[in-house]
């Protein structure tokens, strides 16, 4: 996948999320989903909201704040669900909503400072500004895969 | 089938898998002869299979494959010639050899190394029952037979070597004509013989089979050849020939007819047995005896071109004087051809078992979907007598009648997987030295593929047992009054949506005190414990527990039933045992027809909506207060006519919601554990029984103990399917000992 891939020309898909602005790489988006209630898997970590039906498949769906380490979400209509698709797993992520798409070059992305830790560590790939605003560029593999590890 | 740009990875890929039903048919026919239930027919059938796989192998160069199957076939011919009789010793040597062919197709399959040394080991076996007969030339045989048509990929595979077979005979080497040393016939025969258009299309040759007619006894043919149009107008595939045969035999007519058994319903055949003096008849129509030649020579203008063979050095070894009396050596050809013919004749499709897959799993979204449109119909408040209501119901009944016909093809007797076992049996009854013999009853009934899959390793592990330890040895049978052979039955059946796998054995049964000891020994159970017999004869499950005293080669490892079991509760299956001291031990497995549907109860805990296998819920009650019985802070039962129940919760323990207190109007399910144990499950609600479509939740997600899969409602959310056992199993077997089983059966059975 071409997420992590600083990229000569990439597009991103902006989304808010507690009043800030992150992105990810368009190519590992599948589509886009308004909030529909979720199932919740017992004994799950807290930021699992739990499954949703996705046209027959079963969808596990994260909380992307709390995996982030934001506040909760709070329930609302306005809320949606991001498809992502990464080494072959689906995963429904909860945003609060979605900005723009964007189209951003290689030197416009700068590293992240290294002063993140803890669950998330990792999880934010770059920066880049737009508008005069901070996008940050989560790496999605770290994003989605550590379910599996704190799974298994 | 990764290769699938290659034709001819996708050739050989069939070839295997037809591989696969000659097998079948080889165990098949061997079987049937070990039932003594064998005709003449039996051991051509075992024999074409034979053949077929030797023919295929060949067009693929898998020399070992070839090499030991024209040995097997070679000694089958003989047993087909009546000149070997198959007695116990032999058919033993044939089932081994049969696996070992077997083994063979799998190697060559899997590209392993060829167990060089057991070929030769069953070679030699079967090459006793040659005697001097073994043709020294056979041996060398197979690459000159088959070599020459190893390219020819464009053709049906068992037809290219028959071909070549067929057409070794060339045609200056066609019969003489009919010997009139030879012994007279006392019965003359008027044979009329009309190929029709079809027939060549089977690659079947009437100059073969009118000279197998020459062998028979006298033989006079008149060709009719009207029917032939002008050159310019000839179809070659088309036979245009016919012909008038007079035999003059002392073979019955029954044998007649077998020679022309592979053109059945290709030709018009007619045999009428000429009466009085039948020599006169033949010489009224005589048209002098050359006449087939000719006949013959003018029909293979019409033979597709492929039959012509780019000319076999050695090949044309059938027609030498010498050999009139030996089997034909081109005879094998039509056994061959008639293995292909039955195949076409069955109309099977072979389907990928991913287009399956993806059938089922769309019949599972319209069953969802039409659940969704008639809640959405209820809701909006139509009319029951509305059009769309009915037309609502009319969609429900095709959505059951199409999910029910989607299972059923993939669906599959359990036939293959019984004659698997079958060599297991004999494999491990000969590792310990015991005469066993495996009665199959039920192999017609089908079970869902992937069922019929996973059963393989316990069924394997079962078998195993039974020979090792259900049975005694042959001594202590016969001291016991006992035939020495043991006898292991293997049964499926169909039984209430269910199918029900029963291995019996009449061995001495379980010997329940030397369990229990070995029980206590292993501290699996307490020393001073009071088991009754049913508990003792499920300790066997319990894992860590392996009684056989002497560790074998065949079981005894460690790894017992509780593996087993395993294997079958992850199917949804339940495993029972009975057993009788001194007549036997009956293991007895249910599993479900499908895994892809189940009947499910969907119930409501903490206001989310789950849903439980029905056929563990044994009985429902409603709650009050009094009937919950504290044993200790956090654990309760409940009375149940006079038996104590332990108490779960399920909303707490799957951290919906803190422990219930107050029990009033709750109602709880008692759940049917696998030792017959009972729990009850405390729930709010049950809201309804119905089918629901298993989807599997994948193994990335977290997965919580008890959760077995999810499914899809009617509204489109996603409920959870509940593994009880695997849940009460894991909320801590120090809180709750599994209890008594219970004296009365459920109301939902």
Redo the contacts between chains.
């Keep these: 996948m071409t997420e992590t891939v600083l990229s000569a020309n990439m597009e991103l898909l902006t989304f808010r999320l507690a009043e800030q602005e992150y992105a990810l790489d368009i190519m590992s988006v599948r589509e886009i989903r308004g909030w529909t209630h979720a199932t919740q898997l017992p004994h799950a970590p807290a930021y699992m909201k739990g499954v949703i039906n996705l046209r027959g498949t079963v969808l596990p769906v994260m909380d992307l704040g709390l995996r982030l380490g934001l506040p909760p979400r709070e329930e609302n209509e306005r809320n949606v669900i991001i498809v992502v698709k990464s080494e072959d797993v689906m995963t429904g992520l909860l945003v609060d909503a979605v900005s723009d798409i964007v189209a951003v070059t290689g030197e416009d992305l700068q590293p992240p400072p290294e002063l993140s830790s803890g669950a998330s560590e990792g999880v934010v790939s770059s920066l880049t500004l737009i508008d005069e605003r901070m996008i940050r560029v989560l790496n999605l593999a770290a994003t989605v895969g550590t379910i599996e590890r704190t799974a298994a | 089938m990764s290769e699938e740009n290659d034709p001819m990875a996708e050739i050989r890929a069939s070839f295997f898998i037809e591989c696969e039903e000659l097998l079948e048919a080889l165990q098949d026919g061997l079987q049937t002869i070990d039932d003594g239930a064998a005709d003449s027919e039996t051991i051509n059938v075992v024999f074409r299979a034979v053949h077929s796989i030797k023919g295929g192998a060949g067009a693929f160069g898998l020399e070992a494959l070839v090499r030991f199957a024209h040995r097997f076939e070679t000694v089958l011919d003989e047993v087909r010639a009546g000149r070997l009789t198959i007695d116990d010793e032999a058919l033993k040597v044939f089932f081994q050899a049969a696996d070992h062919v077997s083994d063979l197709v799998r190697i060559c399959r899997d590209g392993a190394d060829a167990p060089d040394a057991e070929t030769a080991v069953l070679i030699g076996a079967l090459d006793q029952f040659l005697g001097d007969t073994v043709p020294e030339e056979d041996a060398e045989e197979p690459e000159i037979e088959f070599a020459p048509m190893g390219l020819s990929l464009d053709l049906d595979l068992s037809d290219a070597s028959d071909e070549t077979e067929a057409a070794c005979p060339d045609l200056d080497a066609l019969p003489p004509p009919p010997d009139f040393g030879a012994p007279t016939g006392d019965t003359a025969y008027t044979i009329t013989f009309i190929p029709q258009a079809e027939m060549f299309e089977t690659g079947n040759e009437p100059a073969l089979l009118l000279r197998n007619l020459s062998q028979m006894g006298d033989l006079k043919v008149t060709c009719d050849a009207s029917t032939l149009p002008d050159l310019d107008k000839i179809t070659p595939e088309v036979p245009h020939l016919s012909w008038t045969i007079h035999l003059q035999t002392d073979v019955e007519e029954a044998e007649i007819r077998s020679i022309f058994e592979f053109v059945e319903g290709l030709c018009v055949l007619e045999i009428a047995r000429e009466t009085g003096d039948g020599g006169s008849d033949g010489d009224t129509t005589d048209e002098t005896p050359v006449s087939p030649i000719v006949d013959i020579s003018s029909e293979t203008v019409n033979t597709p071109p492929p039959a012509r063979p780019p000319d076999p050095p050695q090949a044309p070894t059938a027609p030498k004087p010498a050999q009139a009396a030996a089997p034909n050596p081109a005879e094998p050809s039509q056994p061959a051809r008639a293995a292909t013919a039955p195949t076409a004749a069955k109309s099977v499709v072979r389907v990928d078992l991913d287009r399956i897959e993806r059938l089922v ?1 769309l019949v ?2 319209l069953v ?1 979907n039409q659940a969704m449109l008639s809640q959405s119909l209820e809701q909006s408040g139509l009319s029951p007598h509305s059009d769309a209501m009915s037309g609502l119901e009319e969609f429900q009944r095709l959505t059951r009648d199409i999910q029910d016909s989607v299972m059923m093809i993939r669906a599959q007797p359990v036939k293959s997987l019984f004659q698997r076992m079958s060599r297991i049996v004999r494999e491990s009854s000969a590792a310990v030295s015991k005469d066993v013999r495996l009665n199959v009853i039920g192999e017609g009934t089908e079970v869902d593929k992937t069922v019929i899959e996973r059963l393989a390793d316990p069924l394997t592990h079962m078998i195993r047992n039974a020979v090792d330890h259900g049975l005694e040895t042959p001594e202590k049978r016969i001291a016991a009054g006992k035939p020495a052979q043991g006898q292991i039955n293997l049964s499926a059946a169909h039984r209430s949506g269910r199918v029900v796998i029963e291995i019996s054995d009449d061995g001495a049964g379980i010997n329940r005190p030397r369990v229990l000891q070995i029980a206590i020994d292993k501290g699996l159970i307490p020393a001073d414990a009071q088991l009754s017999d049913t508990e003792i004869d499920n300790l066997l499950f319990l894992p860590g527990f392996s009684t056989a005293s002497v560790v074998s080669d065949l079981s005894g490892r460690g790894v017992g039933m509780d593996v087993v079991r395993t294997s079958i509760q992850a199917l949804g299956g339940r495993i029972t045992i009975t057993s009788n001291p001194g007549e036997g031990s009956t293991f007895s497995i249910s599993l479900p027809l499908t895994l892809a549907v189940l009947d499910g109860m969907v119930i409501k805990v903490a206001g ?2 789950l849903v439980l296998p029905l056929n563990l819920v044994v009985e429902t009650l409603t709650l009050s207060n009094q009937d919950v019985q504290m044993v200790r802070p956090g654990n309760q039962v409940i009375e149940v006519r006079s038996g104590f129940v332990p108490l779960f919760d399920l909303g707490a323990s ?3 919601r803190e422990p219930l207190q107050n029990f009033d109007g709750a109602v709880v399910l008692l759940i049917a554990q696998e030792d017959e144990s009972c729990t009850a499950l405390l729930i709010d609600n049950i809201l309804d029984q119905r089918q629901v479509v298993i ?4 193994d ?8 077995a899969a ?1 499914t ?1 409602l009617g509204d ?5 399917i509940l593994d009880p056992s695997d849940m009460i199993a894991n909320a801590g077997a120090t809180a709750l000992a599994p209890s008594p089983p219970l004296k009365t059966q459920g109301v939902s059975a």
């Design positions: 799993n599972g979204e969802i989310e909506t799957l951290g919906y989807k599997g939740l994948d990335s997600f977290h997965r919580a103990p008890g959760i999810a899809i489109g959310q996603i409920a959870l």
